[in-house]
């Protein structure tokens, strides 16, 4: 499939939003009402399901294991269930010192000086897809807005046509929907397809490389390895196909709960409007509160105690990030929104470590621009219909219907 520049006129169809696996049962806040029993109850929990896998919910316990990749590797499996079929995906697949060349690879992709250049592409992007639907009086903010928005910044990104960018999307949730209901052919097939998506975008680069400071896959190309080599062709293959899904889903299913807060809380809204340079800080909070990846996971590479359990070599961990992010022992008032928590009681919502979110500061400008213009655009909006609930290891609402007020 060649790859051709970007027709910035293209929106990217919606109709398969509901192939993200929605969760019919789940509400928006019962994710956090479990958690916090859990932690409560038994804060190094093991199940016996998907062949066994414990789960950390205080925030020390997960924090300690995300700075500790000696013990707590991410190289048998980043995601429980773990996920059979597919290949070994840098930077989240390696452990040190494997995993830094790939790191150090695109790191410059995500510094300040890029996001200069970023910030009026996405306050555009934003701007095109908000207007209209402020002015229709109504919308569902993921459905026309927050599932839109991430494929036109991915197609930007890797200098690919937005059709492709809305195609990696559709079979990126195809590959969700098959991971939860274990469809084991379903998800050879799609991850094979995001596999030949990435072949065709190196074949292309390979031939024409552009800035590698402002191409990923340049950049990758260009890299070299700790002993001065260039990148092994699989791994290269691996770490764009990690590339192009890592980024779409959270700020979906974010945005979307950036919206509902902000529907309950008539009172934020209008504090961010009278004061929009509270808005990071805002962000920050809502981050905290409302943590899009439930948790990624490792694997111990020695047995190890934590709370009194005995957890063996081998043995996959969950790391709950919502659950941390609501730990009473550090966060004070932990299900309240607050401006004012002291310095140093970071969230975890973009992890922490060697694998901490690399793209963190593009989709901290993402969701910022999104909210600034949200608020700056209308007086606040009132839900409309049922918000129905994305599921494990995602968390966030699939579609929010407002009306602006
Ligand atoms: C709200 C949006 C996002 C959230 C909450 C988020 C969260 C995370 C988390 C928690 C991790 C660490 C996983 C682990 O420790 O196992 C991670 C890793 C990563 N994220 Fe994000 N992410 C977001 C958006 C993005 C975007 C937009 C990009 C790129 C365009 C991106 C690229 C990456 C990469 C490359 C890694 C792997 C880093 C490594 O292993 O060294 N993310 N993300």
Redesign the pocket.
């Known amino acids: 499939m060649p790859v051709m520049p970007a027709p910035k006129a293209f929106v990217p169809p919606v109709n398969n939003l509901h192939e993200f696996t929605a969760d019919q049962t789940e509400q928006f806040d019962d994710a956090h009402a479990q958690f916090a029993d859990l932690r409560a109850r038994c804060p190094v929990a093991h199940s016996a399901d998907f062949e066994g896998f414990w789960v950390l919910t205080r925030y020390n316990d997960v924090t300690a294991a995300?700075s500790d990749s000696d013990t707590f590797s991410?190289a048998h499996q980043?995601v429980v269930p773990r996920v059979a079929t597919s290949g070994r995906r840098?930077?989240?697949?390696?452990d040190p010192p494997e995993?830094t060349p790939?790191?150090r690879a695109?790191m410059p992709l995500?510094h300040a000086d890029r996001m200069a250049h970023w910030e009026p592409v996405v306050r555009r992007m934003v701007s095109d897809l908000l207007t209209p639907l402020i002015q229709a009086g109504s919308a569902d903010i993921c459905v026309d807005f927050s599932y839109r928005l991430?494929i036109f910044?991915?197609a930007d990104?890797f200098h690919i046509p937005s059709e492709t960018a809305a195609k990696i999307r559709d079979i990126g949730a195809d590959f969700n929907h098959a991971l939860q209901v274990r469809d084991m052919a379903k998800l050879e097939q799609t991850s094979l397809f995001l596999y030949d998506v990435a072949r065709d975008i190196i074949a292309l680069r390979k031939v024409h490389p552009l800035d590698p400071g402002t191409d990923p896959t340049s950049a990758l190309l260009a890299a070299r390895d700790n002993a001065g080599q260039p990148l092994p062709d699989e791994m290269l293959l691996g770490t764009i196909r990690?590339?192009l899904v890592?980024?779409?889903i959270?700020?979906t299913t974010?945005t979307g709960s950036m919206a509902v807060h902000l529907a309950r809380h008539p009172e934020h809204f209008s504090m961010l409007k009278n004061k929009p340079d509270l808005i990071p800080a805002a962000l920050e909070e809502l981050?905290r509160l409302y943590?899009?990846?439930r948790g990624?996971?490792?694997t111990a590479t020695r047995d190890i105690e934590i709370g009194g359990r005995q957890i063996a070599k081998d043995e996959p961990i969950a790391?709950a990030?919502t659950a941390a992010n609501r730990d009473p022992e550090v966060f004070e008032d932990p299900d309240t929104f607050r401006l004012d928590r002291a310095e140093g009681r970071q969230h975890?919502?973009?992890?922490?470590?060697?694998?901490?979110?690399?793209?963190?500061p593009?989709?901290?400008l993402?969701?910022r621009v999104t909210l600034e213009e949200l608020i700056s655009r209308s007086n606040g909006w009132e839900i409309t219909g049922p918000v129905p609930m994305t599921t494990w290891p995602e968390y966030g609402p699939l579609s929010v219907p407002v009306r602006f007020l």
Do not use: E, S
């Open positions: 995300l991410t980043n840098p930077p989240l697949h390696l995993h790939y790191r695109i995500f991430p910044v991915l990104f990690q590339l890592v980024g779409i959270a700020p974010f981050l943590t899009p990846y990624f996971a490792r790391l990030f975890v919502a973009f992890g922490r470590g060697p694998h901490q979110c690399a793209g963190a593009l989709a901290r993402m969701l």
